[in-house]
C-alpha cells in the first residue's frame, strides 16, 4: 500500500525538467509498456527524419495497411509522459492525432512536452479525458507551423470556452484548418470559440459540421467575418445544423465581401424564404462561391425558381449539389433551372444565361431532366453561349440588326463562318453542320429583302445632305462677292478723293492720264 502511494506521488512530481535529467541514460524498454512503443521513442529521440506521423490510442487499430502510421498504444506506466517530452524535443514530427488515451498516468506532463513542439503542423483529438485545452495556450503561441487542428468529441460549454481560451490568447497565425465536426456545439459555447477566432482572418477551411448552431451561431459567424475585414477563407461547412432562413441571412451577410469558394449548408432547415437572400450575394461582383452544397435540404419548386433567379448572371458557382429525388422539386423548378441555362426568348436572352454552372443536383445527374443535362454539357464545351444560340434559335432574326444597315452583314455572315470552323468539333447532335450554310443564305436573304426600304430612305437622306451642301456652297459665293463689290467700290471711292472728286457729267468721257486730270474749258 505504502509502496504504491510512494509511486503515485513520484508519479504526480514530474514535469519536463524530471524527464529532461533522465533522458540520456534511460533505457527506453524498461520505462515503456511494449516494444513498439520503445521504438517509437527511440526514432523520436533520435530526431529520426522518416517519422513524421504518429497517432496514440489505447487500443491497437494496426493493421497491414498502416505501415508508416505509427501507431504508439498507451498502457501501463509512464508511456505519455516519456512520450510527451520526446515530442516536445522532436523537429521533424508533422502529424499528431489523439485517438485515446483511457486512464494513462501523467497526462498534464504530455501536454506540457506537447507545448515545446514546434514542428507540429496537424493536430488532431478525439477525446477530452485529462485535456485541459487552457493549458494549450503556449503550443498554439509557440509553434509556427501549426497548419491544422481537428476536434472531434463531445464538447461541453466549459469545454468550448477552454478551447476559445487557448485560440484567443495563442493567437496562431499559422493556423489554416480548423474542424469541429460532431461536437454537439451549444450556441453559446459555438459564440465564444467563434470570439475567439475573430483574430484568425488567415483561415482557409472552417468544417462545422453536425453541431447545434443556429441564429445566435450565424450570428457570430457574420461577426466574426466582418472582423476579419479581407479574409482568406475558402471552405465554410456548415451541414446539419440547426439553421433557418434567418440564420442564413445573418451569415449572407457576413460573407457578402469574402473570398468563399465552397459552402456546405446540407442538412439544415432552410427554405425557399432563406434561398433569396442568396440573391444579392450571388450577383455582386465580389462573389467568388463555386461550390454549393444543399443536400438533405427539401428546396421545392419555391427553393428552385429562387436559385435560379438568383443565378441569374452568376459567372463564379460552377456546382450545386442536392439530391434531386429528395428536393421536392417538380416541372416547375425545372423549368426554372432550363430557363437558367438557356433563355430561349431572344438571341440576347440566350446570351446572358448561365453559362458557367456544371451541375445540377449529382455527379450522373440521370435524375434531371434531359435538356437539364444537356444545356450543363453545352457549359463543358468551348463557347456555350454560340452553342445554345445556335441550338435555340433554328432562324436568326435579323431585323434588329438593320439600324446599322448593311455594315453589320459582314460581321454577322463571318460570325456564322466562324462559329462553324471553331465549333466543328461539338455541333454534332446539337446543331447540324448542313444547316449553318442554310441560315448564312438565310441572313443574306433577311438583309436583301429588307433593303428596298432601307435603300430609298438613304437616297433621299444623301439627296437632302447634297442639296444642303451645294446651297451652302452658292451662299459662300455670294457672300464673298458682295463682299468683293464692297471693297472695290470703297476702293473706287478713295481713289476719286484723291483726284479731286468725280465729275460732275456723269456721262462725261473724262480721261485720266499720268498723276493730273485735264480740263477742257
Given at each position: 500500500m505504502g509502496v504504491a502511494i510512494d509511486r503515485q506521488q513520484e508519479m504526480e512530481r514530474r514535469d519536463f525538467d524530471y524527464y529532461e535529467a533522465r533522458a540520456r541514460d534511460v533505457i527506453l524498454a524498461d520505462i515503456t509498456s511494449n516494444e513498439d512503443n520503445a521504438e517509437i521513442l527511440q526514432r523520436l529521440r533520435r530526431q529520426d527524419t522518416s517519422l513524421k506521423t504518429l497517432n496514440i490510442s489505447e487500443h491497437n487499430y494496426y493493421d497491414d495497411n498502416d505501415e508508416g502510421n505509427n501507431w504508439f498504444i498507451v498502457g501501463e506506466g509512464d508511456d505519455l509522459g516519456w512520450l510527451g517530452y520526446f515530442i516536445g524535443k522532436s523537429k521533424y514530427l508533422k502529424y499528431l492525432c489523439i485517438d485515446s488515451w483511457g486512464e494513462g498516468e501523467n497526462i498534464e506532463a504530455f501536454m506540457e512536452g506537447i507545448n515545446r513542439n514546434q514542428s507540429i503542423a496537424s493536430f488532431e483529438?478525439?477525446?477530452?479525458?485529462?485535456?485541459?485545452?487552457?493549458?494549450?495556450?503556449?503550443?498554439?503561441?509557440?509553434?509556427?507551423?501549426?497548419?491544422?487542428?481537428?476536434?472531434?468529441?463531445?464538447?461541453?460549454l466549459e469545454c468550448a470556452q477552454s478551447i476559445a481560451f487557448a485560440l484567443g490568447e495563442g493567437q496562431c497565425q499559422s493556423l489554416t484548418y480548423l474542424r469541429l465536426d460532431d461536437c454537439n456545439l451549444c450556441e453559446e459555447g459555438f459564440a465564444e470559440i467563434a470570439t475567439a477566432l475573430r483574430t484568425y482572418p488567415q483561415l482557409e477551411e472552417l468544417h462545422l459540421e453536425r453541431n447545434n448552431i443556429g441564429l445566435m451561431g450565424c450570428i457570430a459567424l457574420r461577426d466574426m467575418m466582418r472582423g476579419w475585414g479581407a479574409s482568406n477563407l475558402k471552405t465554410l461547412e456548415l451541414g446539419g445544423n440547426v439553421i433557418g432562413d434567418q440564420g442564413l441571412q445573418e451569415l449572407v451577410a457576413g460573407i457578402a465581401d469574402s473570398a468563399l469558394e465552397e459552402l456546405c449548408l446540407s442538412n439544415t432547415l432552410i427554405t425557399a424564404a432563406g434561398l433569396r437572400s442568396l440573391s444579392t450575394y450571388f450577383q455582386s461582383e465580389s462573389c467568388c462561391l463555386k461550390i454549393l452544397y444543399l443536400y438533405g435540404v427539401n428546396l421545392g419548386d419555391e427553393g428552385a425558381v429562387a436559385l435560379a433567379d438568383a443565378l441569374m448572371g452568376n459567372t463564379s458557382l460552377t456546382s450545386l449539389r442536392f439530391i434531386p429525388d429528395d428536393s421536392g422539386i417538380t416541372d416547375v423548378g425545372w423549368a426554372a433551372f432550363s430557363k437558367l441555362l438557356c433563355n430561349p426568348a431572344s438571341i440576347e436572352s440566350t446570351y446572358h444565361s448561365n453559362h458557367k454552372i456544371k451541375m445540377i443536383g449529382e455527379y450522373e445527374m440521370l435524375s434531371a431532366p434531359l435538356n437539364i443535362r444537356q444545356y450543363l454539357e453545352l457549359n463543358e464545351r468551348p463557347h456555350p453561349a454560340i452553342l445554345k444560340i445556335l441550338e435555340s434559335h433554328p432562324d436568326l432574326e435579323m431585323e434588329p440588326f438593320f439600324q446599322w444597315k448593311l455594315k453589320l452583314l459582314p460581321v454577322v455572315i463571318n460570325w456564322l463562318k466562324s462559329a462553324r470552323s471553331r465549333l466543328e468539333n461539338y455541333l454534332g447532335a446539337y446543331v447540324q453542320r448542313q444547316s449553318l450554310p442554310s441560315r448564312e443564305l438565310?441572313?443574306?436573304?433577311?438583309?436583301?429583302?429588307?433593303?428596298?426600304?432601307?435603300?430609298?430612305?438613304?437616297?433621299?437622306?444623301?439627296?437632302?445632305?447634297?442639296?444642303?451642301?451645294?446651297?451652302?456652297?452658292?451662299?459662300?459665293?455670294?457672300?464673298?462677292?458682295?463682299?468683293?463689290?464692297r471693297r472695290l467700290y470703297y476702293d473706287e471711292e478713295a481713289a476719286w478723293l484723291r483726284l479731286g472728286g468725280r465729275p460732275r457729267s456723269v456721262g462725261s468721257s473724262t480721261v485720266v492720264s499720268g498723276s493730273k486730270r485735264r480740263r477742257h474749258w
Open positions: 483529438i478525439f477525446t477530452d479525458e485529462g485535456v485541459s485545452f487552457r493549458n494549450l495556450r503556449p503550443f498554439f503561441r509557440n509553434n509556427n507551423n501549426l497548419a491544422r487542428v481537428e476536434l472531434n468529441f463531445e464538447v461541453g438565310s441572313a443574306l436573304y433577311k438583309f436583301v429583302r429588307g433593303m428596298p426600304s432601307l435603300t430609298v430612305m438613304s437616297y433621299w437622306q444623301q439627296f437632302v445632305m447634297n442639296a444642303q451642301a451645294k446651297r451652302l456652297r452658292i451662299d459662300d459665293e455670294f457672300r464673298r462677292l458682295e463682299d468683293e463689290r
